[in-house]
């Protein structure tokens, strides 16, 4: 592993605005850092090579909702697939991810999981999520209505036990029959519980926080709209402390104004994901996700039948850049929503830049654009 010192024009980490700043990386860690410029006179920085970077650097993206890029759809992929779609990402800023397998069959869950498992065990991913299938029909978005299905026990223990300890984060529909017995047990095997795709009332998804569940996946998309009198799963997710929000910022899935409500509202728990389909990266086209046919077109991607949107075909780095430009939050702001509060409910340690943490880096342009990205002390 290399070993250098980075020094920029601006840092901001999640605890603050360090200005010009610089960081010690060695064997894919930051040792040190600081502001200014290290002082020449100190024996463990003098003999690195130095290197200026013109912009700011923050913290690797985090995206825990990712189902794929470059064609290739983390649920169907084989382990090449999958490790040339989580190289897109890395090279787009997020260094850490945890790869989303939507609804299907018991069976082919099991294969997928058995699939990315080596991948979570080199650090490429750094977990699974499995979006389905205990979703609503109701609020299904792309997921094939015929695939759906409540928790039952048996099948809860047969995909913990095919996961093999990968399992990092399940989306659930609180409502359905057997739901929150089974937040209880993926909750006890350390398992994060999102609530999601679900028609569920508010007081259904704060009795699931009760539970354990401590995500909302992707606010206002899969839930009945926010009302006055039933706030549903939007409410609770804008007002329940206990849950980090998903928040899908590519310019589609939900309005500016949505947008703000839901960063306003969540402070300190918005969570910027991509939920990037096979087409990220790659073309317009036909695609399939949860047993669904999609379309992408001008790289929208809905369902071949126009009923619904079928992910993003964009990157959380986009959705910083959107967020800085054109929401015009503070750089801190996007940090956490970016990596930080990710990092803090997957239960990852060492994506906050400081000394011991992953090497894990992104330089913005002065509108939040992702330029040089190094990951694990590498740049790619």
Same mark, same amino acid.
């Given at each position: 592993m290399t070993a250098q010192v980075v020094l920029a024009d601006r840092v901001v980490t999640a605890e603050g605005d360090v200005g010009p700043g610089w960081l010690a990386v060695r064997d894919g860690l930051v040792v040190d850092a600081g502001p200014g410029d290290p002082s020449r006179d100190r024996a463990e920085l003098a003999g690195l090579p130095r290197e200026r970077v013109a912009g700011t650097v923050v913290p690797g993206f985090v995206d825990q909702h990712v189902h794929g890029a470059l064609g290739v759809d983390f649920g169907t992929a084989d382990e090449a697939g999958a490790r040339r779609a989580a190289a897109h990402h890395h090279r787009a800023g997020s260094a850490r991810l945890v790869g989303s397998v =939507?609804?299907? $069959?018991? +069976?082919?869950?099991a294969r997928a999981l058995g699939v990315l498992s080596p991948l979570v065990g080199e650090g490429v991913l750094d977990g699974v999520h499995l979006e389905g299938p205990w979703l609503s029909a109701t609020r299904r978005g792309a997921h094939d209505a015929g695939?759906?299905? $409540? +928790?039952? +026990?048996?099948?809860? %223990? #047969?995909?913990? %036990? =095919? *996961?093999a300890g990968v399992?990092?984060?399940?989306?659930? *529909? +609180?409502?359905l029959p057997g739901a929150v017995d089974a937040i209880r047990r993926? &909750? #006890? *095997?350390?398992?994060?519980?999102?609530?999601?795709? $679900?028609?569920?009332? *508010?007081?259904?998804a704060h009795a699931a926080a009760d539970a354990g569940a401590t995500v909302v996946t992707h606010v206002f998309n899969g839930m009945r709209p926010l009302h006055h009198r039933e706030p549903g799963l939007a409410g609770a997710a804008l007002t329940d402390d206990r849950l980090a929000v998903e928040l899908i910022l590519d310019?589609?899935? &939900? $309005?500016?104004?949505a947008a703000e409500i839901a960063r306003r509202a969540s402070s300190g728990r918005l969570v910027l994901v991509s939920d990037a389909m096979a087409a990220t990266g790659w073309s317009d086209g036909r695609y399939a996700i949860a047993g669904s046919e999609v379309v992408v077109a001008d790289g929208v991607a809905m369902l071949a039948d126009g009923s619904s949107l079928a992910g993003s075909t964009g990157t959380v780095g986009e959705g910083v850049a959107r967020l800085v430009g054109e929401h015009g939050v503070s750089l801190q702001e996007a940090v956490r929503a970016s990596s930080a509060t990710a990092a803090e409910s997957l239960g990852l340690v060492g994506a906050g830049l400081a000394p011991g943490d992953r090497a894990d880096l992104v330089v913005l342009d002065d509108r939040g654009r992702t330029g040089r990205v190094m990951r694990g002390g590498r740049w790619l």
């Open positions: =939507a609804t299907a $069959s018991t +069976p082919s869950l695939l759906l299905r $409540s +928790p039952e +026990p048996a099948e809860v %223990e #047969a995909l913990l %036990e =095919a *996961a399992l990092r984060m399940v989306t659930i *529909a +609180p409502e993926l &909750v #006890a *095997a350390d398992v994060v519980v999102a609530l999601g795709h $679900s028609d569920c009332t *508010a007081e259904q310019g589609q899935h &939900v $309005s500016r104004d």
